[in-house]
């Protein structure tokens, strides 16, 4: 593809103008963001100090009516001074008018209540009455129980110069009416909703209600949904701006509990929406002026490479061409339009490029439009691979069977399951893993014809329903070209794999007349392929079944072993190759079967790793076996070392630092007696976080052995990286010594490299004196096989231990 240099230009400096004008824009936001912040922060403290001062105003006031009740006692027609409550009694529609008051109380000296005028409610108490009666001074209060007043209790002089203690309450709806006429804000008062259940002023899940509330309708309605979205806790450590439908309100608390009976709160509602509109608004004329600058800069970059994009011309003119070969389309499409013919230029070339994408775009278009009719005929389909779906299928597979029960034709259902796809999730992330599932649907459409449905089950499992076959054998070779479809390389990224899978066949109507068993049928054949070794199809027959069967009773064995302790370890010797002593052990699982006896290892290992199993039962291996080594003594009471194999399950555990913690305290075992083997291919998926477990176990003060070396997948650049001790050469690598020469050259090799990397050596499967001999030769520090010892049990194992010198028999005899 052709790109002028003018337009590099413009790109680059588009680019760079971008960036700049997005640092500053974001940086204006954030910066008008914390002058509104600020300017939040000094209107909050304002309208605190707006709310006491009405509440100040309010008590003057109050206070004033002490100074008003000698003048309504002077202006009374009797000659006799009349009581204090007679006279309150005389004025009080006047009181209660002129001064708001919605009630009044009138104490004695000696604290006792005389009258009380209003509705009715609790008497102040003694407490507060008895301090004003000591001080004399008047005490200021706010109740807020079911509704909140201002109540100011003040000694009193009666006309018979008895000292008297008159309290007066008076509702917060004037002072709430004036702070809101004030400021422009809705104030109202939250109190506890204790015994307010049903209560429509109920703010849930607050669990307050509004004792009272300016413009109370639609401030209701937005604290309810400010309650759904901001705690109270919340609230009350500082206000919060929310957005309901395009307004914004900032919600704030000011709390009265310094000068309030009951747990009440003033709460102050304000739009912000103006703004917030406000910094939209400069946010928008920025990013216009940076746009226009933008285009501006273009412009005046275009001008000032224009003679440096003709000089440039001659290669335009070629290289599309070249690119695309497909001269007879340029000459069809270009035909029709009038150039010069000895001094084209690049906007011609861009014309060519221009008309090419342009059909190139039609075409896609009109193939889109055919897609889209088809996939709208289909009613389901896969929301990430765009195949038809489980419901779909079932559909189409039930049509199936109808069809085949009124013809001679068959039809094929194949049922696969995506090899190892479970490695790619766990080793590149969902994304790739969704991204290899793509792949595969469209390398799974393009395998099979036009006409045949191709569904997704969920996960990485898919089905094929292959239709109108005239032979039952057919199904297999759709299966094989399906499998070398997606045997092709996939690369994504920096990764690249090998998409496989294994397929279970059935027939319809060979294999069933119903979608659930045809279904059931297709995935157990496709179990068996997986087991054969992947890669690779199986027809299903009725003996697949019987073994499907026999594996979920062997599951049901081996959690039933699990949990009554069928499982026990046995202990195969390591032996310094020098000394001939037993230095060390590696623990074995072994299944004794209270039915059939003693089942090996490779009977039950790989379904006990398949379900999940070895976890639980791994735990249990590793506690044991450090329990079993701590009861063991070598010669002089030397320790003996323990060998623990971990499965890739074990080893991608999350746990694993805390079991092996807990087993060394159990059993009190020193960390640098253990030893935890695993294989190359566990650490290979991941090495960076493999590597970071491993230095966390030898951190503990655990060794660390590859096992099994060469036979996985081995690298050297990976090798030394890793944080190990100790490499073990694999059986096979011994078994033919010292007789094979290429055996002995890996075997030298892998000895020598070790000790350059200051690694142990291991070495298994020794069975010969001869073999020992030449591992001895070569620097190889231990060895373990049938020579030494089978797997013992711990009783035997303890025997062997107690040989003199603690040399196993047969070193000893020899």
Not at 683 to 705: C, H, P, R, T, W
Request: charged share 25%; hydrophobic share 45%.
């Amino acid at each position: 593809m052709f790109i002028s240099v003018r337009w590099k230009v413009i790109a680059l400096v588009s680019l760079l103008l971008v960036g700049i004008s997005g640092y500053f824009i974001v940086n204006s936001e954030r910066e008008l963001k914390k002058l509104l912040d600020s300017q939040r922060r000094d209107v909050f403290l304002s309208y605190q100090n707006e709310i006491v001062g009405l509440l100040r105003q309010s008590y003057d006031h109050l206070l004033q009516l002490s100074d008003i009740l000698p003048i309504l006692e002077s202006g009374s027609n009797d000659e006799a001074a009349q009581p204090l409550d007679t006279l309150i009694d005389l004025h009080w529609d006047y009181i209660s008018l002129n001064w708001g008051m919605e009630s009044a109380q009138l104490f004695d000296d000696t604290e006792n209540l005389i009258s009380q005028w209003g509705y009715s409610r609790k008497p102040s108490t003694s407490a507060t009455v008895k301090k004003v009666l000591e001080t004399g001074m008047p005490v200021s209060r706010l109740i807020c129980i079911d509704t909140c007043q201002q109540v100011v209790t003040l000694p009193i002089i009666s006309p018979d110069q008895q000292i008297m203690v008159l309290e007066f309450s008076t509702s917060l709806a004037d002072t709430l009416r004036a702070f809101q006429q004030i400021t422009q804000t809705d104030i109202g008062v939250l109190v506890s909703a204790n015994g307010h259940a049903g209560d429509l002023r109920v703010v849930q899940p607050w669990s307050k209600r509004l004792a009272a509330m300016t413009h109370l309708q639609e401030s209701m309605a937005i604290l309810q949904e400010a309650a759904e979205q901001v705690s109270f806790a919340t609230l009350q450590k500082q206000p919060q701006v929310f957005q309901r439908g395009e307004a914004y309100y900032e919600v704030s608390l000011v709390d009265l509990k310094a000068q309030s009976l009951g747990d009440a709160f003033f709460i102050i509602i304000e739009d912000m929406t103006h703004q917030h509109q406000q910094i939209f608004h400069a946010k928008q004329e920025a990013i216009r002026t940076a746009l226009t600058s933008i285009i501006l800069s273009g412009l005046l970059f275009l001008f000032a490479f224009w003679t440096a994009v003709i000089r440039l011309r001659g290669h335009a003119e070629i290289l599309p061409i070249l690119a695309e070969r497909d001269f007879k389309l340029i000459r069809e499409k270009l035909g029709g339009k009038k150039r010069w013919r000895f001094f084209r230029d690049e906007l011609d070339v861009l014309d060519e490029a221009e008309l090419r994408v342009a059909d190139q775009l039609e075409t896609m278009q009109l193939q889109i439009e055919k897609d889209t009719q088809r996939l709208e005929s289909l009613a389901l389909y896969d929301s990430l691979t765009q195949l038809a779906n489980r419901h779909q299928l079932f559909k189409e597979i039930q049509q199936a069977v109808k069809e085949s029960a009124h013809s001679d034709l068959y039809f094929g259902l194949l049922y696969l399951d995506l090899d190892n796809f479970k490695h790619v999730n766990d080793s590149l992330g969902h994304s790739v893993g969704d991204e290899v599932l793509k792949v595969a649907a469209k390398r799974l459409q393009a395998g099979v014809r036009e006409h045949d449905v191709v569904a997704r089950l969920g996960g990485d499992e898919f089905c094929v329903l292959v239709k109108k076959l005239k032979h039952r054998e057919d199904s297999g070779k759709v299966a094989e070209n399906i499998l070398a479809v997606l045997a092709e390389p996939v690369k994504l990224g920096t990764a690249e794999f090998i998409i496989s899978a294994s397929i279970g066949i059935v027939t319809i109507p060979d294999h069933g007349m119903s979608t659930e068993q045809l279904l059931q049928n297709a995935d157990i054949a496709m179990y068996r392929a997986k087991a054969e070794g992947r890669s690779n199809y199986r027809f299903y027959d009725a003996q697949m079944s019987v073994v499907a069967s026999q594996r979920m009773a062997m599951e049901t064995q081996l959690r039933r072993a699990i949990a009554e302790n069928q499982f026990e370890l046995h202990y195969q010797p390591q032996v310094d190759l020098v000394s001939g002593k037993v230095v060390s052990a590696e623990a074995l699982v072994r299944w004794h079967h209270p039915e059939r006896g003693m089942i090996p290892p490779d009977d039950f290992i790989p379904l006990l790793e398949e379900t999940g199993l070895i976890t639980s039962l791994g735990e249990w291996i590793v506690k044991q076996a450090c329990l079993a080594a701590k009861s063991w003594a070598g010669v002089d009471g030397e320790p003996i070392n323990i060998a623990i194999n971990l499965s890739p399950r074990q080893f991608a555990d999350p746990k694993l630092p805390q079991i092996i913690r807990d087993a060394m305290a159990e059993s009190s075992l020193m960390p640098s007696q253990i030893e935890i083997e695993i294989t190359e291919s566990m650490v290979m998926s991941n090495i960076e976080e493999s590597n970071q477990l491993l230095k966390y176990l030898q951190d503990l003060g655990v060794s660390i052995a590859i096992d099994d070396f060469g036979t996985g997948h081995s690298s050297l650049a990976y090798l030394k990286k890793l944080d190990i001790d100790v490499l073990k050469i694999d059986r096979t690598f011994v078994q033919d010594l010292p007789d094979d020469e290429n055996d002995k050259a890996i075997v030298a090799a892998i000895i020598a490299m070790a000790h350059e990397l200051k690694l142990k050596v291991v070495a298994e499967g020794i069975e010969s004196l001869e073999q020992e001999s030449f591992l001895k030769e070569h620097g190889c520090e231990m060895g373990q096989g049938y020579l030494y010892s089978k797997p013992l049990p711990n009783n035997k194992f303890v025997e062997l231990l107690k040989w003199p010198d603690n040399i196993v028999p047969f070193k000893r005899s020899s």
